[in-house]
């Protein structure tokens, strides 16, 4: 509760947050009212502002739209108060990325021997997965400040104790799926979950890995699966997507086979590189890394104490370089993997981009390579053409919504084509609640107009990662004071960004509900 606020604008506000939250979850009044059992005209009282709340309702409410409307106590939902308009400057280092962190935590599972992984982001993704696997008989222990991560599994790992609920916060555990048909005939998995984003397919998880032996069975939240120990793939397993999570449960299944997998349509993406370097160093020959035909050289029994150190974040890159940009600020972006942000630079170059770039040197996996970027102030226009991902070698697809909100700084008309999700260019829309204009065509193409005006507001985090830090980087350059509520889905994938925003000059508070 706001001391000081009379329980009417306390209640307008609350009905305010609650009307946000059903409408991110697409649902009309009458739907929320099913869900309550209560009837539309209520919810349509409580959305004004016009009935008083019992906890025990406000309760129902969070549960119902899964979110956390309000709570009481230190462990609420964490919401942003942002101060905006502050230039920023200086410099600093892109940490290691979530998705080779929650990869690399999956094929773990595969080595009976120590992995070390170094530097691993420390974010909500990352302990969510560690939860499962110490559920399981899985021992971790974060070595030091530098967030090196020690990972020894059991022989025998006890799936039957595995922690469900963090388990279905996370798309990742369907990561799960290849490391366990090597040990397990029969085991079940809770539904991923992950960002809403709409209906995100496993069919062609279920598709790599059928030649393998797996069958799995979708029914009361959970998928059964049966392994056959005897099925070998005897041709090339062939994707049905190039897509990336997949490409990782196809070669975890490949690794411990006795004998040599070709995977087609795989994904050269840069978890995939990650997870593809680290099981070379567990001794599994790949050849073709970095390309969309993976040649595996699988080895039964992998027992190896080992040290491997994932690469930085193209996404965390990007996301730094469009806050300066929106912000009109100078700044310097280290450790930038660039091989996955080419095309991303190359089209802000054309939109006007002025930068300058280091030389490269390698990651501390060897590999990738990176350099700096000392992004300046600069007049950027419209690009002549439309702006749409593809898998890699392509414009990253969690890159493309920070095109939304540069795009809305850029001089002139941007058409924004996500066709990879359902609903991620739905939620750029909330972009206009801080003045831009963005039109939505339809469920994935959005014109976006500028330049725009920011002004600050109050916004609840659209439940999308990358939505929710465009929002938030609107907010550092708009005029006065905003709140982002409930980013709890900006914590699953950046470790401490506000706080390192901070040290750049931005003015960002973290707050809780009382
Ligand atoms: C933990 C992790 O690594 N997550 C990433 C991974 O998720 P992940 O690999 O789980 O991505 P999905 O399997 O959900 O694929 C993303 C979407 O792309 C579509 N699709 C993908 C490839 C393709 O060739 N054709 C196609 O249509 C899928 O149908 C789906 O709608 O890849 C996504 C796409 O890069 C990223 O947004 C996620 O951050
Ligand atoms: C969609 C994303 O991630 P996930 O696959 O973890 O939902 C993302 O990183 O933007």
């Not at 305010?16 to 009309?28: E, F, P, Q």
């Not at 059964?224 to 994707?239: I, K």
Request: glycine share 8%; net charge negative; with cysteine.
């Amino acid at each position: 509760m706001v001391p000081g606020m009379p329980d009417d604008q306390y209640l307008q506000r609350i009905g305010r947050l609650i009307r946000d939250s059903r409408k991110h979850r697409g649902w009309t009044q009458t739907q929320l009212a099913t869900a309550l059992g209560t009837s539309q005209s209520a919810v349509h009282r409580i959305e004004q502002g016009g009935q008083n709340l019992s906890l025990e309702m406000l309760t129902r409410i969070s549960d119902a739209l899964d979110s956390e409307i309000v709570s009481l106590g230190h462990s609420g939902p964490m919401h942003l108060r942002v101060r905006g308009g502050a230039k920023l400057s200086g410099s600093i280092d892109v940490k290691t990325s979530k998705n080779a962190g929650v990869g690399l935590l999956c094929a773990a599972l595969l080595n009976k021997g120590r992995t070390t992984l170094r530097r691993v982001a420390r974010i909500e993704e990352v302990n969510r997965i560690l939860e499962v696997l110490n559920s399981i008989g899985v021992k971790t222990r974060w070595l030091n400040e530098a967030n090196d991560l020690e990972i020894v599994r059991p022989a025998q790992l006890d799936l039957a104790a595995m922690d469900a609920e963090a388990a279905r916060r996370t798309r990742s555990i369907i990561m799960f799926l290849a490391p366990l048909m090597h040990d397990h005939e029969r085991f079940e998995l809770p539904y991923a979950g992950g960002c809403d984003l709409g209906t995100r397919t496993v069919e062609p998880h279920m598709t790599a890995l059928r030649p393998f032996g797996l069958e799995v069975k979708a029914t009361g939240g959970s998928y059964h699966a049966e392994v056959d120990g005897d099925a070998v793939p005897d041709r090339p397993v062939v994707l049905t997507e190039r897509g990336d999570t997949v490409t990782e449960n196809a070669l975890m299944a490949a690794a411990r086979r006795d004998g040599v997998t070709i995977i087609r349509n795989a994904s050269p993406n840069y978890m995939v590189q990650d997870v593809c370097f680290y099981l070379t160093a567990l001794g599994v020959q790949i050849d073709g890394i970095g390309t969309t035909t993976l040649t595996v050289h699988g080895v039964p029994n992998i027992e190896r104490d080992i040290d491997y150190a994932p690469s930085e974040d193209p996404i965390e890159a990007m996301s730094l370089i469009a806050a300066a940009l929106v912000t009109e600020s100078e700044i310097t972006v280290q450790r930038v993997p660039v091989e996955f942000l080419e095309i991303e630079l190359a089209l802000l170059e054309e939109m006007g981009l002025d930068y300058d770039r280091s030389a490269e040197y390698p990651a501390a996996n060897g590999h990738t390579r990176l350099v700096d970027l000392t992004i300046r102030p600069s007049t950027l226009h419209a690009p002549l053409d439309k702006i749409h991902p593809m898998p890699f070698p392509g414009l990253n697809i969690d890159n493309l919504p920070f095109f939304a909100v540069i795009a809305a700084t850029a001089q002139g008309q941007t058409l924004i084509h996500d066709w990879v999700y359902e609903n991620r260019a739905v939620y750029l829309t909330e972009l206009t609640k801080l003045g831009a204009r963005v039109t939505l065509l339809d469920p994935h193409r959005v014109y976006v107009e500028g330049p725009t005006r920011w002004s600050g507001t109050e916004v609840i985090c659209p439940p999308a990662l990358r939505p929710a830090v465009v929002v938030l980087i609107a907010m550092l350059a708009a005029k006065g004071t905003s709140v982002l509520r409930n980013v709890y889905v900006i914590n699953r994938g950046y470790e401490q960004l506000a706080d390192r925003l901070n040290l750049l000059g931005a003015e960002i508070e973290t707050f809780r509900d009382l």
